[in-house]
Structures are given as structure tokens and as C-alpha cells.
């Protein structure tokens, strides 16, 4: 039977190549449509639809052939996935979910519906309106679509601000006092079995929004870790959800437990999976998505997963960096093999297993000096 089923991606990045390599583990078939060309997942399936993910026609004609559609990507084209669902394709997560998780405003509505604790904050259309609101300062910016690794965000300290703000449809959020920012993924299958990952916490790199290590898992007390755990398997609920999410929390300063954003795809907070997990984020997709029973999520080890970023040091020394990454011991290497150049850009990660947390966490160090 898994044989004959076909799964069709949408988006072609490094998630959806991930998700391809535990596909081949699970002998269904896998297709993926990106606009770009070269994207990771046109060199992990012949099956490789170049075209653009949001365009409704390219959306409608990628998924008519086959039984299951799923994304690695938010920004898809919600008309065209709805048609499909009327057309009988399983579209896994739904259509709503994904619309309402696209908006960051429509995705706070929701959660504070449900009672799931958010951070608060109101909606604009442009900048301009937050000069009637500046009492609000200062405050977190967002952009309400199609931000990512923190380039839709930003920090209004005060009136100042304003002029160089985004002039966009924005939420502009209260400005946490964050101790913690962690991340549980869920999952959840057509039977309605629910499946929670241990929480990873993260650690930020200074000057920008972009992850810097994460670790698995997070070393907290043991009743915020049960709070962001209920508060997840809520979410999960609330979207009636097949698939997995990711509930990205921060812990306050005076240890609330809100939730910041959500995706409903695969996540770079469960790269870990692949190696330190009993049942990997990307296999539990699949197993939801064509109604297999979930696995176990127990981890199997402690794990830190760095992302590593594209840089001018890096492309001219990749071979001398290459070897010295595959030389640190429980190093697991993931190279996208993405061909153009983007400074910043995720090119890779590694992920590294240990006996103990603070012996991995150690080798953080010696990975940072290696990638600069
Ligand atoms: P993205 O979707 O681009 O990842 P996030 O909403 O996750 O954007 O925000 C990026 C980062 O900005 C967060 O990881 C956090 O460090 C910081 N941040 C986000 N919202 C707030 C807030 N309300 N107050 C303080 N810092 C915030």
C-alpha cells in the first residue's frame, strides 16, 4: 500500500529534502514543487516540480495526482489547497490551519480563543498608525506574513523609532522580558493520537534574531516544562491538527509560559530528531499524514544542534571546515548542498550527541571556532 501512495511537498527547502530521505525509509513516493530550480529537494527525488508554491494553478495541477499534500513551508496557496481537499486529496495540515497560522495576527486570535497564553498585541496596516498608538512603546514589530528567522521583526524602542519602522500590515506585540526561548513540536495523526517531543530550549546569538545553538533537552524545572508540554498537545487540539507543529514559548522573567509563534510543518528546533530521537520529527510527519500509528519521541541521548550559516570565510575554506566538523566526535553532519550564495543564509547543521550536557555543550565551542 505505501507503495503506491504518492506525497506531494510543497516547498523544496532542506526541510522538505529531510523529509524526502525518511520518505525512502517508509517506501512511499515523494514529490516536491519549489520555484527555485536548484532548491535541496530537486537533487532527492526525480520527482522535482519546478514552480511556485503560492501561484494557484501551479498549486492545483502538482497536487491533483496524489493522495496526500503536506507543506515545509507556510507561504503555499490556501484557494488551491482548499479546491484539492473538494477534490478528495488529503491536505495535511488543513487549509484553515495553514491560513490562520500564515497571518501572525489571525494566529494570536485564534490561540487567545482557545485560552492558549499569547503575547499581547494589536494589529496595523502601516506605519503610520503607530503614531496613535506610542503610548504601546516600546513594543515588538512584526510583520504580519511571510517573516522568517527574524527578518519580519523588529525592536521600537521608543517614538523615534517609528520612522524607520516596517510599513506594512504589522502586530505590534509587547516587548517580553524573555529568560527562555524554547521550542516542543507535536504531532498528531488522523486517529487523533497525540505525540509530544521533549522541549529544546534555544540560544540566540547577540546582535540578531537567529539561532545560534539549541539544545535537547531544555534544562528547565520540571513543572514549565510540563506547562509548554499541555499547552502544545492544546494546540495540537485546537487546530484538530494532522500532521506536527511546531509551539515556539518563551519563559518570561517571571516564569509565564507564552506562546510566540507556531508552525505546522517540520522544524529546525527538531533537526536533533534525526539523530537523537526514537522516531525523528520528519517520520512522525509521514506517519501522521497516511494514517500510520505515531512512533516514540523519547530522546535517546542528550543532543545541541547548530545551524551553519552561509559566509565569505566559509565558502573559501569549505573543505578545510568540512573536515574538521567531521573530526569532532558524535559530530552528524547535515550539508543542503544549496548552490547559490546567500551570507546568513542556512547552509547546513550539525548536530552533536553526548553522554552528558555539559560535555556537548563544550563542543559548541569548538564547532563556533571551526564555522568563523
Ligand atoms: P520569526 O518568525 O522571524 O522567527 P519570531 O516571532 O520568532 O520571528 O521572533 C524572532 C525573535 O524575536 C524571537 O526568537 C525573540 O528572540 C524575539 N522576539 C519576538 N517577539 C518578541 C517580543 N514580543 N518581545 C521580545 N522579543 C521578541
Known amino acids: 500500500m505505501l507503495e503506491t501512495l504518492k506525497i506531494g511537498i510543497l516547498g523544496g527547502g532542506q526541510l522538505g529534502a529531510m523529509l524526502i530521505r525518511h520518505a525512502i525509509d517508509l517506501g512511499v513516493n515523494v514529490s516536491a514543487m519549489d520555484k527555485d530550480p536548484q532548491a535541496p529537494c530537486s537533487r532527492y527525488t526525480s520527482s522535482f516540480i519546478c514552480a511556485d508554491p503560492t501561484s494557484y494553478e501551479a498549486v492545483l ?47 494570536k486570535q485564534f490561540l487567545q480563543s482557545h485560552n492558549i497564553p499569547v503575547v499581547p498585541g494589536v494589529a496595523i ?37 517609528i520612522e524607520a519602522a516596517f510599513d506594512a500590515p504589522c502586530v505590534l506585540e509587547e516587548l517580553v522580558d524573555i529568560k527562555h526561548e524554547i521550542a516542543v513540536i507535536v504531532a498528531r495523526n488522523e486517529q487523533g493520537e497525540v505525540k509530544c517531543y521533549d522541549a529544546v530550549m534555544m540560544q540566540f546569538s547577540g546582535e540578531k534574531f537567529i539561532l545560534d545553538y539549541q539544545i535537547a533537552p531544555a534544562q528547565l524545572d520540571a513543572s514549565i516544562l510540563g506547562q509548554a508540554t499541555a499547552l502544545a498537545e492544546k494546540v495540537a487540539e485546537a487546530f484538530k491538527l494532522v500532521g506536527i507543529i511546531a509551539v515556539e514559548m518563551f519563559i518570561t522573567k517571571d516564569n509565564q ?116
Open 257 to 372: 509560559v507564552v506562546v510566540n509563534e507556531l508552525a505546522p510543518r517540520p522544524h529546525n528546533s527538531g533537526h536533533h530528531t534525526i539523530e537523537a530521537s526514537i522516531t525523528s520529527q520528519y517520520e512522525q510527519l509521514l506517519r501522521a499524514i497516511i494514517g500510520m500509528p505515531l512512533g516514540e519521541t523519547d530522546l535517546r541521548f542528550p543532543s545541541l544542534m547548530m545551524n551553519i550559516l552561509d559566509s565569505t570565510y566559509l565558502n573559501a575554506n569549505k573543505k578545510d571546515v568540512l573536515t574538521r566538523l567531521l573530526a569532532i566526535k558524535g559530530a552528524h553532519l547535515h550539508w543542503y548542498g544549496k548552490i547559490d550564495h546567500r551570507p546568513g543564509r542556512k547552509i547546513g547543521h550539525i548536530t552533536i550527541a553526548g553522554d552528558t550536557m555539559e560535555s556537548i555543550v563544550a563542543k559548541a565551542e569548538t564547532i563556533r571556532k571551526v564555522l568563523n
Open 61 to 107: 495541477e502538482f497536487g491533483k495526482n496524489m493522495d496526500v499534500i503536506t507543506i515545509e513551508r507556510e507561504a503555499v496557496n490556501i484557494d488551491a489547497l482548499r479546491q484539492l481537499e473538494k477534490q478528495g486529496v488529503k491536505v495535511y495540515p488543513s487549509p484553515e490551519t495553514i491560513a490562520v497560522i500564515q497571518d501572525k495576527y489571525t494566529q
Open 125 to 161: 496596516q502601516g506605519k503610520n498608525e503607530l503614531y496613535a498608538i506610542e503610548d504601546k512603546l516600546p513594543g515588538c514589530l512584526k510583520k504580519r506574513r511571510d517573516g522568517y528567522d527574524g527578518y519580519g521583526v523588529m525592536v521600537l524602542k521608543s517614538k523615534a523609532d
